[in-house]
């Protein structure tokens, strides 16, 4: 199987034919079925060889993109269509080296939608990229939450403390809300990524998100946990 590409050539745009060695069939997978089975196809191919995979995972842009990065593969082409993706990617000789450029990344995967851990999340991130840092805050499971329009009462993660009285405190000292804080955060220009797997395990549709939302998987997060000098699991 062929597919004909239009490439950057010089300072021009030029037709290639690219010769498909193998093509995998990864819709109705979600994360992080398609990136394993690309892996596990590309480790049997040999170098140059160019590998088709379709998936629907609606994180899979990111994750492809992330994965490539990582391994130093090729993404020669990727395409949407009918909610089905479709991407070229040839094998390419040893693996990438880490961005020195990104060196300052810092990366915190929110887990949990206690108010107490969320604040500290958001504090740490907003912090970061006050500085400079680029930043990427990936949510999963039941940290989901934090970026639902229509978000479910917080609570705190120490259950003998009053949750009134900690919210007067807030007041009281003009500590910033989680809504305050997700503001800054998209101010700052926060990477706020959403994990796939988990909202399809808890029933959490797209359009439930907040909006500058991106949707990725475990590839998103380890693309730029792998190239960041802090990783916070909170």
Known sequence: ?????????????????????QSINCVGMSCPGPIMQLGATIARSQVYDVVQIMATDKGFH?????????TGHSLLDFK???????????????KASVNTACAERKTVLVFSDDLDKAMAAFVIANGAAASGKPVTMFFTFWGLNL????RP????S????????????????HVPSIDDLLGMAKHHGIRLVACTMAMEMLG???????????LGGI???LGDAEQSNLNLFI
């Open 80 to 94: 949407a269509k009918a909610g089905v993706y479709t991407a070229l990617v040839r094998k390419e000789e040893g």
């Open 158 to 173: 120490k259950t003998n403390v009053d949750m009134t009285k900690m919210q007067e405190i807030m007041e009281k000292q």
């Open 219 to 221: 590839a998103s997060y």
């Open 204 to 214: 959490v549709q797209e359009e439930e998100l907040i909006e500058g939302v991106e």
């Open 1 to 21: 199987m062929y597919r004909h590409l239009m490439t950057l050539g010089g300072s021009s745009l030029k037709m290639e034919t690219v010769k498909i060695t």
């Open 62 to 70: 990111n994750d492809l993109k992330a994965w490539c990065r990582s």
């Open 153 to 156: 009462p917080l609570g705190l």
């Open 147 to 150: 970026l639902l329009k229509k």
